[in-house]
T-cell receptor, first 114, second 112 residues
Framework: DAGVIQSPRHEVTEMGQEVTLRCKPI?????LFWYRQTMMRGLELLIY????????DSGMPEDRFSAKMPNASFSTLKIQPSEPRDSAVYFC????????????FGPGTRLTVT | AQKVTQAQTEISVVEKEDVTLDCVYE???????LFWYKQPPSGELVFLIR??????QNEISGRYSWNFQKSTSSFNFTITASQVVDSAVYFC?????????FGAGTQVVVTP
């Protein structure tokens, strides 16, 4: 069975541009999570969805960040406009439950904003 | 509030040595789940183990073993007879009520 799929794997963009990261969760997983990993802050939860509905977006840094899940097999994380401090690795993960089950992570998208 | 502390930033060992990674957590919840993840140099996060707060049995899986002690709020991880392929960053994580809180990670470097 395929794992969590993320695209692109690498993204380099200029400050001010819009960036869209994509994720396909494992089929049958009702929960989808977006994380950001940086050297300074480690792994941070940005937002998570249950059955396509955002449940907790308290980790989203600011209004420049938005996430959607239009259906059970696709989610996007958008940054508009991007800034150099957004440079990080963004992970998508999915699981069968919010906390009692392990989360399976995608390979990540390494974002560089110049 | 919940918190996970991995006090060891980096551990360097020679192949075949044992290595123990410490994890101490804080939570007010009585029901919670603990996890360990591995992040090899390639960057992906790989799930290793899950343990719930009511199950204090130690677990062994091949060269990996975990010691959960609720009394000291610790969930330590031991790699026996380490190999170069064990070189990675290892994260301990705590989840209660939907938010997975990661520790800062411990970098393990295994040299031949």
């Amino acid at each position: 069975d395929a794992g969590v799929i993320q695209s692109p794997r690498h993204e380099v963009t200029e400050m001010g541009q819009e960036v869209t990261l994509r994720c396909k969760p494992i089929s049958g997983h009702d929960y989808l999570f977006w994380y950001r990993q940086t050297m300074m802050r480690g792994l941070e939860l940005l937002i998570y969805f249950n059955n396509n509905v955002p449940i907790d977006d308290s980790g989203m840094p600011e209004d420049r960040f938005s996430a959607k899940m239009p259906n059970a097999s696709f989610s996007t994380l958008k940054i508009q406009p991007s800034e150099p401090r957004d440079s990080a690795v963004y992970f998508c993960a999915s699981s069968l439950g919010p906390w009692e089950y392990e989360q399976y992570f995608g390979p990540g998208t390494r974002l560089t904003v110049t | 509030a919940q918190k996970v502390t991995q006090a060891q930033t980096e551990i360097s060992v020679v192949e075949k040595e044992d290595v123990t990674l410490d994890c101490v957590y804080e939570t007010r919840d009585t029901t919670y789940y603990l996890f360990w993840y591995k992040q090899p140099p390639s960057g992906e996060l790989v799930f290793l183990i899950r343990r719930n707060s009511f199950d204090e049995q130690n677990e062994i899986s091949g060269r990996y073993s975990w010691n959960f002690q609720k009394s000291t709020s610790s969930f330590n991880f031991t790699i026996t007879a380490s190999q170069v392929v064990d070189s990675a960053v290892y994260f301990c994580a705590l989840n209660s009520w939907g938010k997975l809180q990661f520790g800062a990670g411990t970098q393990v470097v295994v040299t031949p």
